[in-house]
């Protein structure tokens, strides 16, 4: 058989062969020499906020699959990222007792691991020190960071007006930092619960059932605790309940189910480590949270979630990333609210209006179209 080739073509052809094992060669170098390099994210604020940063992991990892990535948290932190299978190792400090020593044992640990590039997505001084000290080449991190004079690529951190129709979320914000790197889409945050994980949880994963996360580290964030009772005994009967929180929310927790007439709650607050409880959360038919931590789990695992914002607002960029999350706030615009970028230990006005005007009514819109 006789193969006739227009000689028009013959150009053509050449110029798209060149151009394609020069993309393949352009592609292949970059590839190499992310394998060859060592990546540090930084994030050592709160529980929520790595999970959230989970995020540049996850895109990091997309873009460069062999590239070893490290994690940077504060102690009590590292539960969140046992066993994550992207990241190579956790680094952490301890913040809690002997924080100026360990701060400097801290930057000479990053220091002497020889980081090519090292992406802080925390805004405060300790962690602008170890990017600093860290020689890295490329170095990442925002403008309001007293060290961003070190950084090589410096990113305006940008807070949505309290009312804004346009929102910046967390998640857009960080993924600014890496966005020479790797493009200007952020990926979802993940979170990896074990087999184990959801072995522990497999006895509470049975028929219908509710999370509530009732606590956060700061009162104004913190919907009350007789308002949850309230919405708990509103809950089906057939509706399991079981509430979430750390060993420090015991008390508040345990009280809060003591207190409530449902006869299916269940306190499994402190008897959960972060991973078990993002693995019940996934399973339940709605996740009831403050503007906190098991919000963002709840992102990260793809769960439904209603999150109540006192204090603070969704303006803020940390509110649900999924179509399954439901913000909850009070229906008027407070002249107090915000009251400032995160809680107080209590209301400034002395009245909390911004958490106890919120109706029950609002929490319980999902129970319309399921039960």
Request: proline share 6%; charged share 20%.
């Amino acid at each position: 058989m006789n193969v006739i080739v227009e000689t028009n073509l013959v150009p053509k052809i050449q110029k798209n062969l060149f151009l394609n094992v020069k993309t393949f060669k352009k592609e292949y170098n970059r590839s190499f020499a992310f394998a060859m390099h060592k990546l540090l994210v930084i994030q050592t604020a709160f529980i929520g906020d790595v999970a959230l940063a989970t995020a540049l992991v996850e895109k990091l990892h997309a873009y460069y699959p062999d590239a070893k990535i490290d994690f940077l948290l504060r102690k009590g932190n590292e539960a969140l990222l046992i066993g994550h299978p992207h990241i190579n190792e956790l680094l952490i400090w301890d913040k809690s007792t002997n924080k100026q020593r360990n701060l400097l044992k801290m930057a000479m640990k990053v220091r002497s691991n020889r980081y090519s590039h090292v992406i802080n997505a925390h805004r405060f001084a300790s962690s602008g020190l170890f990017t600093f000290l860290s020689g890295a080449p490329f170095k990442a991190g925002f403008d309001k960071n007293p060290f961003s004079f070190c950084y090589t690529h410096k990113v305006k951190h940008i807070i949505s007006e309290p009312y804004s129709t346009t929102i910046v979320h967390e998640t857009q914000r960080n993924q600014k930092l890496i966005e020479p790197l790797t493009d200007s889409q952020p990926e979802m945050p993940k979170m990896y619960p074990t087999v184990a994980d959801y072995e522990r949880v497999k006895q509470y994963r049975q028929g219908q059932y509710a999370c509530v996360a009732p606590t956060s580290v700061w009162f104004t964030k913190q919907y009350p605790a007789d308002r949850w009772i309230d919405l708990i005994n509103a809950l089906p009967q057939a509706c399991k309940v079981y509430i979430l929180g750390g060993p420090g929310d015991k008390g508040v927790c345990d009280a809060i189910a003591a207190q409530t007439t449902h006869k299916g709650v269940l306190s499994l607050c402190g008897n959960l480590s972060f991973l078990q409880s993002a693995a019940l959360m996934e399973g339940a038919a709605m996740n009831y949270t403050n503007d906190s931590g098991p919000l963002h789990f709840a992102s990260a695992i793809n769960a439904p979630v209603t999150a109540v914002f006192c204090s603070t607002v969704p303006a803020f960029g940390f509110g649900p990333l999924r179509a399954n999350g439901r913000i909850v706030e009070i229906e008027e615009k407070l002249p107090c609210r915000p009251c400032g970028l995160h809680g107080h230990k209590k209301c400034p006005e002395g009245h909390f209006n911004c958490a106890l005007k919120i109706k029950n009514e609002q929490l319980l819109w999902w129970t319309l179209k399921t039960m």
